[in-house]
Nanobody, 121 residues
């Protein structure tokens, strides 16, 4: 199994910055993509940023130029650097890893428990 533990959420004023981390642990063969999502109460979960094991990166339009995703493959950890935060960035942020438990197995999605980011105006 793959366990994901997120950290770094909290309360910040508009214009401020936060850095989220998500560390993967457990017994697995490989992790391909690592993805940040976010979800506000009563709304659908939305994709924020994706980074593959090869370093390909994509961002949602709403965060381009403000958020930066990166990963440390040796530590199986993905980061989300969030700058110029806005009140509308207030969400629970979730980490997802797409990985294989064995070399011959299919890829599955594994989710973290979420971390709350609150941006005050």
């Amino acid at each position: 199994q793959v366990q994901l533990v997120e950290s770094g959420g909290g309360l910040v004023q508009a214009g401020g910055s936060l850095r989220l981390s998500c560390a993967a642990s457990g017994r697995f063969f490989s992790i391909n993509a690592m993805v940040w999502y976010r979800q506000a109460p009563g709304k659908q979960r939305e994709l924020v940023a994706t980074i593959t094991s090869g370093g390909n990166i994509n961002y949602a339009d709403s965060v381009k130029g403000r958020f930066t995703i990166s990963r440390d493959n040796a530590k199986n950890t993905v980061y989300l650097e969030m700058n110029s935060l806005k009140p509308e960035d207030t969400h629970v942020y979730y980490c997802k890893a797409v990985g294989r438990l064995y070399s011959w197995s299919l890829e599955y999605d594994y989710w973290g428990q979420g971390t709350l980011v609150t941006v005050s105006s």
